[in-house]
């Protein structure tokens, strides 16, 4: 009786929750318990696990060096997070930490003093712009709004005002506190002293951790003032090795040679991360330098800097910011003993979560999907996709099972041959539209013989341009896979389960091709359909492809919505249930958007509902870059899987596996002695940060609601009876009715080509479109 009543009541709250309510965010799957761990043997200097040095606080999300960016780190950064402050002065002589000297691009100096720009020497370069040294206190602190210094970082929270030295100590009395002062020889030149107002600093609080600088004569200035404090003095490296040391006259390069009298005046060494692990021009890591087993052999301490989420990092990382991070912690030649970083959060995982992981076993059950197999890192649905997948540690690889003109099954991620092949070469000529398939023009497989297929080669494809392409050595590396091969490849490999996705199968049906009898078969010729030791997910976003394996109950069938869509009703929940089992939703119907800004409002219903209606949830695409990470999440792969899974995903479907089984196997889950993973309730950060009456004012769109008419699709036509030519395809056929059927067929939808005479004209331009705006749903 109890239970029905409960069942009523939970029926009840999805049927009539507020489309614009919060939602309560579900409980997530529970963990594997683990014992207290080791303590990890770390490679630093004293042996200690490095520090994460906060570089003016939470400066990835919020702008640098402000109450708030400082206050953030505390909160999601680890134990002993360090914060760092850049020195500068006001004319009157006040301290205020600011990112740069020139506060042109970092706060809104040349709106509030127009008139107030001038010319510096610096360092013997002219500079130009906007100087602390030309305003005075009072006017900093009521003027200037301190903004983010990266454009393409959000200036939401651009609102605040310059952050006092003296209250940066009051504040943060509790943290560790970091002092860079960057520019002491140029302020000595204008009458303003760094070295006195740093003393003066010390004196206010004794244990200041770190104070640093590029400049010798200032440290050896600072040894006698903090001689029996525990404070460390530590001499950064400018990137441009070449620039002059001040004091000496001397090029920094060389000054890097000369460790043992470093030693002499500073505790440690602080220089760019491309001094440990070079990267060439074509953005691939070189070998290491010995400069953190050198400066060790001297009792130096080694600080590496210049970490960010949103750097566009080597193609040797994937776009996985923890690796970056671990390249530097957790080799098995050295460790640095600290990163310096814009996003502290994911630093934080690093150290405490991930080093020492590699080996460990999976504490979080939530299914691994590959989306093509490790499609992140080679063209996607290849071998070396696949055997990636399974390298890395997917529990289900997957399979988009397109269509020759001769019958043949394989595995692609679109039926598109243009973004993952390089059919547009030599057969841009065959393009057609399919309006049922993509609003753009495409060169389709089932046009084309399996032998034409073979001529290509596979082709790495990526939703972003620019300097976030991906690994360019593997653009074509790979050989197609049949879905034959893939089963066989799947079952020798002992895969936990394969992913078998079908698309197009009414259209396909109607030009004479049965792919859902192709898979049928395959399946049964694999033996996959009488056993029950590999899973076996079948997936479409149509309910009468899924219909056709209702009597395999061995087979889980996972119906793809395909839209962003964000509520459910338990009507709709019910009638998805009596097709699939479980669901593929993309990741942003998880939660709805403020303003466009990037950054997550509220819940939806539709995990809660779903999970009521018995139907497991997986979420994706996710993606390694960081333009693809909602700011919540500090653009980390790693956040956003752990609140995919805390939202209450049952699955995460990604193109990079190995990024989500690292995060399965961190060290910080079951481990309440341990640094935790920061769970992000969808509007977490927006409210925290910003004027409740700002977020309150904001109206969101109604939700798009997940309607049955969205994927119950009519039974399957029968396939058409059509004669198999031997021509070239029927995109090139002389008949412009490209799709002419038999006449004892029904008519299928007609595909449009382009005449002979417009051909030409149109190959750039269609390849252009379909590759930009054709493949939106391969996300």
């Known amino acids: 009786m109890i239970k029905h009543v409960l069942l009523l009541c939970l029926m009840i709250h999805c049927t009539i929750a507020d489309p614009k309510a919060v939602v309560p965010v579900p409980v997530p799957p529970v963990p594997v ?201 530590m001499f950064k490296f400018p990137i441009d090795r070449n620039a002059v040391e001040p004091t000496t006259n001397e090029p920094y390069a060389s000054i890097l040679t000369k460790l043992p009298m470093i030693k002499t005046f500073a505790t440690g060494i602080v220089v760019p991360r491309e001094f440990i692990w070079p990267v060439n021009k074509a953005r691939y890591l070189e070998p290491s330098t010995n400069l953190v087993a050198d400066a060790h052999k001297q009792g130096l301490e080694v600080f590496a800097y210049g970490f960010a989420n949103d750097n566009f990092l080597p193609h ?237 109950p061995t087979y889980q069938k996972v119906l793809h919505i395909k839209k962003q869509v964000g509520f459910v009703t338990n009507e709709t929940a019910l009638e998805i249930k009596k097709h699939a089992d479980a669901v593929y939703l993309h990741k942003h119907s998880l939660y709805t958007q403020f303003r466009g800004e990037g950054f997550t409002l509220n819940s939806t219903n539709l995990i809660e509902c779903l999970h009521w209606a018995n139907v497991s949830v997986y979420a994706g695409t996710v993606l390694n870059e960081f333009q693809d990470i909602y700011m919540d999440f500090s653009s980390d792969p790693y956040s956003l899987i752990h609140n995919l899974i805390y939202y209450g995903a049952d699955g995460i479907i990604t193109q990079y596996p190995g990024t989500a089984n690292a995060y399965t196997r961190n060290l910080c889950t079951g481990n309440l002695e341990s640094y935790r993973i920061p769970d992000i309730n969808p509007g977490d950060v927006i409210t925290t940060s910003l004027d409740a009456k700002e977020v309150e004012e904001f109206k969101p769109p109604p939700p798009v609601h997940l309607e049955t008419k969205d994927f119950v699709t009519p039974p399957l036509p029968p396939v058409a009876a059509i004669a198999k030519d031997d021509d070239k395809g029927s995109a090139s056929s002389n008949n412009n009715n490209v799709n002419a059927p038999s006449s004892s067929s029904s008519p299928p939808e007609q595909a449009q080509t382009p005449s002979t005479a417009t051909a030409a004209t149109i190959n750039i331009v269609a390849l252009f479109f379909s590759t930009i705006l054709g493949l939106v749903s391969l996300l």
């Open 316 to 552: 040797n990382y994937s776009y996985d910011v923890q690796r970056e991070y671990l390249q530097f912690v957790d080799n098995s030649k050295f460790a640095v003993d600290g990163v310096v970083t814009d996003f502290p959060t994911s630093a934080s995982t690093a150290i405490a979560c991930l080093a020492g992981s590699k080996n460990a076993s999976r504490k979080v059950p939530t299914l691994i999907i590959s989306a093509n197999g490790a499609n992140g890192e080679y063209p996607g649905s290849t071998d070396l996709a696949y055997q990636k997948a399974v390298d890395d540690g997917a529990d289900i690889i997957d399979c988009s099972v397109q269509m020759t003109k001769d019958g043949v099954a394989f595995c692609l991620p679109s039926a598109d041959l243009i973004p993952t092949t390089t059919a547009s070469g030599p057969f841009m000529s065959r393009a057609v539209k399919v309006d049922s398939i993509q609003s753009s023009m495409g060169i389709f497989s089932f046009d084309f013989k399996w032998d034409e297929i073979l001529s290509l080669k596979p082709q790495m494809f990526s939703e972003f341009n620019g300097d976030l392409i991906r690994d360019p050595a593997r653009k074509n590396v790979g050989k197609f896979v049949t879905l034959s091969d893939f089963l066989e490849f799947s079952k020798a490999k002992a895969v936990p389960g394969v992913l078998i996705n079908i698309e197009n199968a009414v259209y396909l049906a109607n030009k004479g091709l049965d792919i859902v009898g192709a898979v049928t078969t395959a399946l049964s010729n694999a033996t996959l359909d009488k056993q029950s030791t590999q899973k076996v997910l079948i997936m479409s976003a149509e309910s009468s492809v899924l219909d056709k394996f209702k009597d395999i």
């Open 33 to 233: 318990s683990v014992p207290p761990l080791p303590k990890h043997a770390w490679l630093t200097l004293h042996g200690d696990e490095p520090y994460v040095v906060a570089n003016g606080g939470f400066s990835g999300l919020y702008p640098p060096q402000t109450e708030l960016a400082y206050s953030q780190s505390i909160i999601f950064g680890k134990g002993g997070t360090v914060l760092l402050c850049d020195l500068h002065m006001s004319r009157d002589g006040h301290g205020f930490c600011l990112s740069q000297l020139n506060l042109q691009n970092t706060t809104n100096a040349a709106d509030a003093f127009p008139n107030r720009k001038k010319t510096y020497i610096v360092n013997g370069k002219e500079l130009q712009g906007w100087f602390a040294l030309d305003l005075t206190s009072n006017e900093m602190f009521d003027k200037l709004i301190v903004t983010q210094s990266i454009f393409s970082r959000t200036d939401l929270f651009d609102f605040l005002s310059p952050y006092p030295t003296d209250i940066y100590l009051q504040e943060n009395r509790n943290a560790l506190l970091w002092i860079n002062a960057e520019y002491a020889t140029f302020y000595d030149q204008h009458k303003l002293s760094l070295l006195d107002h740093v003393k003066h600093l010390v004196e206010t609080k004794k244990d200041i951790t770190f104070i640093s600088s590029p400049e010798i004569g200032f440290l050896k200035s600072m040894g006698p003032v903090v001689h029996g404090l525990k404070t460390k003095l």
